[in-house]
């Protein structure tokens, strides 16, 4: 199992998959809300919505729940790209290590750097 480069809360943007105008998700952009690295998946928030029957049921208080609920789905992590901070495209990433002096100690530390405009994520 590879480590993902793409963490919670990143901004993304989907990359592949049907067009915008055909009902798809390619282009849109969205945070990523969780990670699932054993499957090489993440959920983004506004992508991928799937339509979900709930069969009815009722509650503590009596009312009748159910019908149709939206959620959204994961999609591969390959479908999608980080999104550059400075030109808000898609960029690849690459780690730098950097030496940090703290209380004494040095300590090496791996920071995300977008590929497209050089800047740190």
């Known amino acids: ?13 989907v990359i592949t ?3 915008q105008d ?3 998700d390619r ?5 990523v809300i969780e990670v699932y690295p054993e499957t090489n998946r993440v959920l983004v928030e506004g992508i991928n919505r799937v339509t979900k029957h709930t ?9 009748r729940t ?3 609920v939206h959620t959204e789905a994961p999609i591969h992590v390959s479908n999608v790209a980080i999104v550059d901070p400075e030109t808000k ?5 690459r780690t730098r290590l950097e030496t940090v002096t703290r209380e004494g100690r040095e300590k090496t530390a791996r920071i995300r750097v977008s590929v497209r405009s050089g800047k740190d994520l």
């Open 1 to 13: 199992m590879a480590k993902m480069k793409i963490k919670k809360g990143d901004l993304v943007q």
């Open 66 to 68: 159910g019908g149709l």
């Open 89 to 93: 495209k898609p960029t690849r990433i």
């Open 22 to 24: 055909k009902g798809g």
């Open 17 to 19: 998959g049907r067009k």
């Open 55 to 63: 069969k009815a049921g009722a509650t503590a208080r009596g009312s």
């Open 27 to 31: 282009g849109k952009q969205g945070k």
